[in-house]
């Protein structure tokens, strides 16, 4: 079975973010990077399906040469291959990073069976990229899945809905979007930590596409750095919740 996951370079999830002087880049003098916790699991998950079916798993990323380190991070964690799109230091939108996806899945040598992404982003969260590859490949999709089967040629998807859960059959090739929750992510452990720095990585150079949007600056959300109010520690406080519940509109 061989499986394609793509992940996406993004700052370390909680991490205090700041602006550059012109607000059109996030400052990373002092952040850690990452990828994000639905990618996590997407990584995990074709770990899993190709340890129960064979096969194997090539994590994808968009981004800069330092995104490397994600991609040798995904290959720690069981992946086989790694193949960097270098997009330069220019932040890539939805429509440009899933026509670049497309035409990396279109060029392979490999047939994939299974496209993995995460159904957002950690940053930007535009929720389009695995969407808009599907479209360009002509693929089944099916989005923000908690429990993947696959079996015979098809795949069996879960995803939650309000009082219970919508269940999706498609034949494969088919593009899957997964949420935080589908699996537990491995931790890799140091020997698989040091193979993976010595792993090999593809690196391709996509042509960039006109988005249709210009980025005119960032802005920070603002933050309550308010003190919390107790309003006690003994049954009598509980009359004081349920006022400020009121106030709320909550009760």
């Not at 380190?69 to 220019?90: C, F, K, P, T, Y």
């Not at 939805?94 to 990396?104: K, R």
């Not at 890799?188 to 988005?211: I, N």
Request: with cysteine.
């Amino acid at each position: 079975m061989e499986i394609l996951t793509a992940i996406k370079r993004v700052p370390e999830t909680g991490a205090k973010v700041s602006l550059t002087d012109d607000k059109r880049d996030i400052d990373t003098t002092s952040l850690g990077f990452t990828f994000s916790p639905h990618e996590e699991c997407a990584v995990e998950e074709g770990v899993q399906l190709v340890e129960e079916h064979g096969g194997n798993v090539t994590v994808l990323t968009l981004g800069e040469e330092d995104a490397t380190e994600q991609l040798r991070s995904a290959i720690a964690m069981g992946a086989d291959d790694g193949i960097l799109l270098d997009g330069g230091d220019e932040e890539w939108g939805p429509v440009g990073t899933a026509d670049a996806i497309a035409d990396a899945v279109e060029g392979s040598d490999t047939d994939f069976d299974l496209l993995l992404f995460g159904n957002e982003s950690a940053d930007a969260a535009n929720h389009q990229v695995g969407v808009r590859v599907a479209e360009r490949l002509g693929l089944p999709c099916v989005t923000g899945i908690k429990d993947l089967d696959v079996a015979d040629g098809t795949a069996t998807a879960k995803r939650e809905i309000p009082g219970g859960s919508e269940v999706y059959e498609i034949d494969l090739p088919a593009v899957v979007t997964v949420k935080e929750g589908l699996n537990e992510p491995r931790y890799p452990s140091m020997r698989a930590k040091m193979q993976a720095r010595k792993a090999s990585v593809d690196q391709q150079s996509p042509e960039p596409r006109a988005e249709g949007l210009e980025l005119v600056e960032l802005e920070v959300p603002e933050t309550d750095d308010s003190p919390a109010e107790i309003l006690g520690e003994s049954p009598e406080a509980a009359a004081e919740v349920v006022d400020v519940l009121e106030e709320l509109e909550v009760v």
